[in-house]
Every structure is written in C-alpha cells, then in structure tokens.
C-alpha cells in the first residue's frame, strides 16, 4: 500500500531505475548520524551551555584562589562546550597571565574580540599581556581602545600611561630604564660577567677610581673630576650607557623583572 500511494503521489513506478539513488535508505541514516556526533554539544544540547557557565563560575573561584592552573582548565572546558561566549576567552586570557604565558593570553583576548568587538575588558586584558612581552605600540592601542569603550576606567588609564612611558624610554637613544633593585642586578650572572668585563676598559678603571677615591677621601680627595654629586651622578651614568651599549638583552630582561611586580590589574574581577 506504502508503494502505491508513493507511485500515484509522484507519478512513478518501478521501473524508473533512472531515479534510484546510489545509497540505500540505511547508509544514508548511519552517515548523518556520525556527521551529528562531530558537532559541538553546545550547539545541539542546551544543558551544555548551562554546564559551561557552571564551568566559567569554577575558574573564577580558583582565580580568586589564586590557583590559576586549575582556573585555565575550568575555562577551556567552557569553551569546549560553548565556544562562542567572549567571556570564557577572556577569563582564560587573564589566568594565562598569571602564568606568564603572554602570547597565549593574547590570542585568547583576540577570540574574544572577534566574537564581541565592544568587549573592553578583552582589550584591556590584551594590553597587559602585550606590555608583558614588550609590545608597547601595540599595548598603546589595545588601552586605546579599551578606554574608548570604557572611558572612567582607572586601571587602563594607569596602564594607558605606563605603556606609554615604557614606548617613550625605548624609542629615546639615551634611555636606559635601570629603574630595578641592585640586589637583582649583583645576583645576576649575565651582569656579573659584563661588569669583568667593563672593568677592562681603562675609561672605566678611571671613573671607579675617582669614585673611590672621593668615598674614602672625602671632596676634598676626589680623583678624575668626582669632586661634587653632579659628577658623580654622571660617572653613574657614563657606566650606565656602557652596560646598555654591551648587553642589551639584559637590560630588557631586568625590565621585565620590574615590570611583573608593578603592573597594575591583579586585583581585577573576573566576569
């Protein structure tokens, strides 16, 4: 009966083979089943979505906990089961950073962005991490626009500025950011070696020879030049500019060092 009704609905019979499909009914059934198994529960499931709020909900406790590892985690799984949510790339992005993994936080804080470009705190959360790895022109903009979002926002107004000094001393010739605490700077092995090696040069051998001479001896006993503070404070600087112009890459990386501890934002909430 079902194949008479179908015949005389679609006015065929059976012996129009031309019609046939290559797949039996059954094949047809098993392949879309599988395509369906590969989709994202999310889309499909809305309890998932309930699941990955719980999830988000978690990481931000651990934050709080300051147990980032498992804050990174909680987030990830979120986004496994929604991945079209902002706020868990953003949450992560923060935890990565905490970890001092910068470039990752940074391509979560750019998921974020392409799923809702008005997110502030996403572009927020990506200057900090840009600063991290000495992206200051970059880090600039993303405040930038940050503020322009959210322009009574005081931490990216604090962070807007440091950026922004951080820029200016790489981009000045003579700028050589040794604001850092000598104890980092004695300990370090890379110093060590270089200073060895400065004390070599005899324009060196002469300026910590006059400094000497003038702590032990008084003004009076100053050798070189170093009779008052002003060349003293020069000879520093002299020496400064040698350690700069010989290794670099030390420098940056004691800058670094520094800016860890004053980067502001640690105590920012979590969404």
């Known amino acids: 009966v079902a194949i008479q009704c179908l015949e005389t609905v679609f006015k065929i019979t059976l012996e129009d083979t031309h019609l046939a499909s290559s797949q039996h009914l059954i094949e047809m ?14 889309r499909s499931l809305p309890e998932g979505v309930v699941k990955a709020d719980q999830l988000k909900d978690e990481g931000n406790n651990h934050m709080k906990e300051e147990n980032y590892g498992a804050a990174v985690d909680c ?31 940074i391509k979560d804080c750019e998921s974020a962005i392409a799923i809702d470009p008005k997110y502030s705190k996403a572009y927020g ?11 200051y022109e970059e880090a600039v903009t993303s405040y930038q626009k940050a503020l322009d979002l959210d322009p009574e926002n005081d931490s990216y107004k604090s962070n807007l500025k440091m950026a922004e000094q951080k820029l200016r001393d790489v981009s000045s010739p003579t700028g050589t950011g040794l604001s850092f605490d000598m104890a980092s700077l ?43 503070l002003s060349s003293l404070i020069h000879a520093g600087q002299q020496f400064a500019q040698q350690i700069q112009q010989q290794n670099p890459e030390l420098i940056e990386q004691l800058r670094n060092h520094i800016r860890s501890r004053y980067l502001s934002g640690s105590t920012e909430e979590h969404s």
């Open 186 to 228: 004695i300990n370090n092995p890379a110093f060590i070696s270089m200073a060895a090696s400065l004390m070599q040069n005899p324009q060196i051998q002469q300026l910590m020879s006059g400094m000497m001479s003038n702590a032990i001896g008084g003004p009076a006993a100053g050798v070189g030049g170093l009779s008052d």
């Open 75 to 105: 987030y990830t799984r979120a986004i496994e089961l929604d991945p079209n949510n902002a706020v868990y790339y953003c949450n992560r992005a923060a935890a990565q950073s905490k970890l001092n993994n910068f470039r990752e936080a």
């Open 29 to 42: 059934f098993t392949n879309s089943i599988q395509k369906n198994d590969m989709l994202p529960l999310s």
């Open 125 to 135: 959360r990506m200057g900090l991490a840009l600063t991290s790895v000495n992206k």
